[in-house]
């Protein structure tokens, strides 16, 4: 009993530790709660993406529900082409405007193929220009990647769906 103990809390260290890092990554505001509605008046989205900008943040997710997330993204310009294989995405464009392209084959930068789910580009996809206001839906499994812009924000909400 008591070396079960302890593997469970060394466990529960590793995982902490892992919750830490994930946090220094993305910072988490709060945990989505199963009884209530949450609001986020625009003048404290606002704040956010002042703090994102004065941070140098990419993301910051605004509930963590764990098969489902909603967060703020803000780039400055090209992002990574990826794939979620399980997770659909939905974009609502609250400013700027960029290039998505989604679909396609995500490669390296020599144009060869990725066999993961990051790569520099996408070949093969189809392009539109999106901005503000726009609503986008990405689901599982679809390579994805805004390019040509010179800053977008949008609201991502994501959830498992495989």
């Known amino acids: 009993m008591r070396r079960f103990c302890l593997g469970l809390a060394g466990g529960l260290a590793?995982?902490?530790?892992?919750?830490?890092v994930l946090v220094a990554q993305i910072e988490i505001r709060q945990q989505a709660p199963?009884?209530?509605?949450?609001d986020f008046p625009t003048a404290e989205i606002d704040t956010i993406i002042q703090e994102m900008d004065a941070e140098g943040q990419v993301t910051t997710r605004?509930?963590?529900g764990g098969?489902?997330?909603?967060?703020?993204?803000r780039i400055s310009n090209a992002e990574t082409a990826l794939m979620h294989p399980r997770t659909t995405d939905v974009y609502v464009i609250r400013e700027g405007s960029g290039t998505l392209v989604t679909?396609?084959?995500?490669v390296d930068e020599q144009g060869?193929?990725?066999?993961?789910?990051r790569g520099a580009a996408i070949r093969g996809g189809s392009e539109r220009v999106i901005a503000a206001g726009d609503v986008i839906f990405i689901p599982a499994g679809v390579p994805h990647g805004i390019r040509d812009t010179d800053g977008i924000t949008w609201f991502n909400i994501r959830f498992d769906t495989r």
């Not at 098969?67 to 993204?73: A, G, P, Q």
């Not at 679909?103 to 995500?106: E, K, L």
């Not at 060869?112 to 789910?117: D, E, K, L, M, N």
């Open 62 to 64: 605004l509930l963590e």
């Open 34 to 38: 199963t009884d209530r509605a949450v």
């Open 14 to 20: 590793i995982g902490l530790t892992a919750a830490v």
């Open 103 to 106: 679909g396609g084959q995500i």
């Open 112 to 117: 060869g193929p990725v066999a993961g789910q």
């Open 67 to 73: 098969s489902y997330n909603v967060n703020i993204r």
